[in-house]
């Protein structure tokens, strides 16, 4: 489908507002840029990028190839950050991702692939000072270049420019932009793809016309989540669409090792508070799940406790033998689990493939016969028999826990 810059603009507000929080389509966009190229490795990489959300997809794209041992250097044309930007950026800097400002004097020569995420749709008007700089090193450079969501300095509505990058590959993110398909776009667009990163696209007057996944059963209104409708459902999503390849894994390993499980969508759950309500529709209590590490960053444990305890580290501390203990930096959560804060979930250890992280599960968690979770992602959330927990799917990941006894108490 193609769209205007103003209904993708309200359609992007309306997801976050309702649906998705906007660091996780920061991800998802970063994913699909990742995804749509296949040749990444072996290649001199740079990431150019600007201080709007169009380069923080830039930041989560440099931690994605990170974690999947490619190397890149991001090359800044501003110091300014998003919020979400930021997050990303702090991310990759704790992965050792190299960062460099952009110099005219910089050689993009030596660079086999360019990944432009300069400005993004909302630009305007004529390319100036920096921007123009390093759009034209880019253009010099004899890179492949792939331009994230629009070529920078592009008119998003008529493709006109007066200059802009000259991309292999433009990813657009969500839906395409109508400037994209113009006669006037061809000459900055060789090759033209879109991810869908689960975008809700709003009409003209405001109504909600595409969904993913209808969600309906029960509305619980004015709660931690808002107003909202659940449907506990059995198995993985009919359709599939705008989920996170993390969360697509999940229902593939369950599947795969014959574990049946009950699902809800919802939407974003970051407190206990929303997960409470949340338990009500899986009739079981999601576990509080806490991503610790030691004073030295050398042992990492993931701790999963009732909802409802209180958690004291000199407690645990004393049982596993690891003093200071502390909450893990986000970084480390996406470098052994691969998912983000807000999402923590035992289901994260299928991505620990060195198996970096121990398992703790207080004992009134093992005697419950389910156990609820997040798929890797805060949008949905599993009922799951804790004897498949605990034979099936922790042997399948190579870990085993240890049990630990919390009182909670003060």
């Known amino acids: 489908m193609v769209i205007s810059v103003e209904r993708m603009r309200k359609s992007d507000a309306y997801t976050i507002e309702h649906l998705v929080p906007s660091k996780e389509l920061m991800y998802r966009a970063a ?22 959300n169009n380069g923080g997809d830039g930041y989560a794209l440099a931690g994605i190839l990170k974690k999947n041992g ?21 991310i990759a800097m704790g992965m050792g991702v190299g960062m460099f400002s952009f110099d005219v004097d ?38 492949y270049i792939i331009s994230v969501d629009i070529p920078s300095g592009m008119n998003g509505d008529t493709g006109e420019a007066s200059l802009a990058v000259v991309s292999d590959l433009t990813v657009s993110i969500g839906f395409i932009k109508q400037g994209l398909v113009t006669d006037a776009a061809k000459k900055y667009i060789k090759a033209l793809t879109n991810v869908d990163i689960g975008i809700v696209l709003v009409g003209p007057s405001g109504t909600v016309l ?26 993985r999503p009919e359709n599939m669409e705008g989920r996170l390849p993390r969360e697509v894994r999940t229902y593939d390993l369950l599947d795969e090792l014959g574990i049946e499980y009950m699902r809800t969508d919802h939407e974003a759950a970051n407190t206990m508070e929303a997960c409470n309500e949340i338990d009500k529709i899986l009739g079981v209590i999601i576990c509080k799940n806490l991503f610790l590490c030691n004073r030295q960053k ?17 407690e645990l501390s004393a049982q596993i033998n690891s003093a200071r203990l502390s909450f893990a ?57 804790t004897e498949d927990i605990i034979k099936k799917f922790l042997p399948a990941t190579g870990h085993e826990y240890q049990t630990v006894h919390l009182v909670g108490e003060d």
């Open 329 to 385: 930096e986000a970084e480390d959560m996406l470098k052994y689990l691969d998912i983000e804060p807000g999402s923590v979930s035992i289901m994260g250890l299928m991505n620990d493939k060195g198996h970096a992280v121990k398992l703790l599960i207080d004992e009134d968690v093992l005697e419950g016969e389910f156990i609820g979770c997040h798929p890797c992602v805060c949008t949905s959330s599993l009922k799951i028999r």
């Open 210 to 235: 595409v969904v993913q996944e209808p969600r309906t059963t029960r509305t619980v209104p004015n709660g931690p989540l808002g107003e909202y409708e659940m449907e506990l459902l059995s198995g």
């Open 70 to 90: 490619i190397s890149s250097d991001v090359i800044k044309v501003s110091e300014k950050l998003s919020e979400d930007g930021k997050h990303y950026c702090d």
């Open 298 to 314: 050398t042992a990492f444990y993931l701790l999963m406790m009732p909802g409802d305890k209180k958690f004291k580290t000199k």
């Open 106 to 143: 910089m050689d993009l020569s030596k660079y086999d692939v360019i990944v432009d995420c300069i400005l993004g749709t909302g630009f305007v008007g004529d390319v100036r000072g920096t921007a123009r700089d390093v759009i034209e090193a880019i253009n010099k450079s004899g890179a």
């Open 31 to 52: 994913t699909g840029v990742y995804e749509s190229y296949k040749e990444w490795e072996g290649k001199r990489i740079a990431i150019v990028v600007g201080g709007g």
